[in-house]
């Protein structure tokens, strides 16, 4: 192998209809969480005390209390059916005006890279441009995609997600969360050093250099690589591409669909009917169906991201026994394409093994190129996340050790950094078989 060596509003209440009038089947309502005995949280105009609380100082009866926790309970009920309602409508497409796929988006022309540029970009630097930086995305009043978020940690228990929220209210819920924890460690601080220093330094690091992939940075990313696909094999009518997502493929996982196969999928969708039909039996998702020599052939590893490196290089030696995969590896035709990776990965590609660096690197295309977090602990250095799906290291695990420490449980983690995947329940649009691709029930002809 070549080494590669303030926020939006959201529907409101009344405006979202009964789950049972759209024929949507309704979720388990989703109790919400206790809150501690030190805190309280609004019911209309009511002040509700947590459950180990008093309910009155000195005047309260059982009676009272009952009502209250009545009252409570129905309040959070009723919450709990609106969160039902916009999941449902949310997966059913049934929000107007909200996208619920990341699909092209429409740049400006003063912004529009040319395709041949970008391609040229890609190819020689391996990389088109930056991430935008987060007080850029902030400032975007357009980020009205909707997504899922879970239930905090300590309450895995509780079925199916705790709400939905558009991506621009998360951002600045990102923002505030972050800042105001800044803010406390200063002032709790002694001696002019803040409380919780460590975790301070890495919630101003997060603030200042986090890499998110929201909707329009997907968007454009995977129309990117579409194109860059296309260009590929339109340079010779000989060539096949075998587009290869095999993390779901790994035991571990026990086929289990993942980004990867998400990403490949979202990509082949935004292809035209008649592109479809032109590349059917020369884009491949299985090396077993690469029948092209190496010369008239490229093999893609694909993701969003890849953190640790540690699922792209079990796909790797998953496959290195086979002869059509070996002879690719060892012709230089395998590389790995993803959304974003951050300048080192970009520029040294993908350790095959990162104790043993002489056994070669996996070269690494991707669209994006991260913003460099030296604070960040993971080989990238880099706080990369997105709106489809969290990433634990060096982003949600930071922080949920922030909201731990500043209010001694998880309820407060931000709702980006616990992100309900939207490829566990996105439908699959395009099939992909050794001769076809062709769009299923679910995909839309264009």
């Known amino acids: 192998m070549m080494p590669h060596s303030n926020p939006s509003p959201v529907p409101p209440v009344e405006a979202i209809p009964d789950a049972a009038e759209q024929g949507v089947a309704e979720r388990p309502i989703?109790?919400?969480?206790?809150?501690?005995?030190?805190?309280?949280?609004?019911?209309?105009?009511?002040?509700?005390?947590?459950?180990?609380?008093?309910?009155?100082?000195?005047?309260?009866?059982?009676?009272?209390?009952?009502?209250?926790?009545?009252?409570?309970?129905?309040?959070?009920?009723?919450t709990a059916r609106v969160h039902s309602a916009r999941i449902n409508l949310l997966r059913t497409?049934?929000?107007?005006?909200?996208?619920?796929?990341?699909?092209?988006?429409?740049?400006?022309?003063?912004?529009?890279?040319p395709t041949s540029e970008m391609i040229g970009r890609f190819e020689s630097a391996h990389h088109v441009k930056q991430v935008p930086k987060l007080d850029e995305q902030l400032g975007d009043p357009t980020r009205m995609m909707l997504f899922e978020y879970l239930a905090p940690r300590q309450s895995l228990d509780i079925p199916g997600p705790e709400g939905v929220m558009t991506?621009?209210?998360?951002l600045w819920q990102l923002h505030d969360f972050l800042h105001d924890f800044i803010t406390m460690s200063e002032q709790q601080g002694?001696?002019?050093?803040?409380?919780?220093?460590?975790?301070?330094?890495?919630?101003?690091s997060i603030l200042e250099s986090v890499s998110f992939i929201g909707q329009p940075e997907y968007a454009e990313a995977a129309q990117a690589l579409g194109d860059v696909w296309k260009d590929y094999l339109d340079g010779d009518p000989e060539r096949k591409l075998c587009l290869l997502a095999g993390i779901g493929s790994l035991e571990r996982y026990d086929g289990m669909r993942k980004s990867d196969d998400f990403l490949r999928d979202t990509i082949l969708s935004?292809?035209?009917?008649?592109?479809l039909e032109k590349y059917s039996g020369r884009i491949v998702a299985g090396v077993e169906d690469m029948d092209a020599d190496p010369s008239k052939g490229k093999i893609v590893m694909l993701d969003d991201w890849s953190i640790t490196g540690k699922q792209m290089r079990d796909v790797y030696y998953s496959l290195i026994d086979n002869p059509t995969f070996k002879a690719y590896v060892e012709s230089g035709k395998v590389e790995i394409n993803l959304l974003i990776a951050s300048e080192d990965r970009i520029k040294n590609g993908l350790a095959v093994n990162p104790y043993e660096p002489t056994h070669g690197h996996i070269p690494v295309f991707a669209y994006y190129q991260s913003h460099e977090a030296p604070l960040a602990k993971r080989e990238q250095r880099a706080?990369?996340?997105?709106?489809?799906?969290?990433?634990?290291?060096?982003?949600?695990?930071?922080?949920?050790?922030?909201?731990?420490?500043?209010?001694?449980?998880?309820?407060?983690?931000?709702?980006?950094?616990r992100v309900n995947p939207v490829y566990h329940f996105a439908p699959r649009k395009v099939e992909i078989t050794n001769t076809a691709l062709r769009r299923t029930d679910s995909g839309e002809g264009r």
């Not at 497409?93 to 890279?113: C, K, N, T, Y």
């Not at 935004?270 to 592109?275: I, L, N, Q, V, Y």
């Open 30 to 78: 989703a109790p919400e969480l206790a809150l501690p005995a030190n805190q309280t949280r609004a019911v209309g105009t009511l002040a509700v005390a947590g459950e180990s609380s008093p309910v009155a100082p000195s005047t309260g009866t059982e009676e009272l209390a009952r009502e209250l926790d009545l009252t409570q309970r129905l309040a959070d009920q009723a």
């Open 93 to 113: 497409g049934e929000l107007p005006a909200v996208h619920r796929d990341p699909e092209p988006v429409e740049m400006s022309s003063a912004s529009r890279m």
């Open 167 to 170: 991506e621009t209210d998360a």
């Open 190 to 204: 002694k001696g002019g050093r803040g409380k919780n220093p460590t975790l301070a330094e890495a919630a101003r």
């Open 270 to 275: 935004s292809f035209s009917d008649e592109e």
């Open 383 to 417: 706080h990369i996340t997105g709106l489809h799906s969290t990433v634990n290291f060096d982003f949600s695990g930071p922080l949920k050790e922030m909201a731990k420490k500043d209010t001694g449980n998880y309820a407060v983690i931000p709702a980006i950094a």
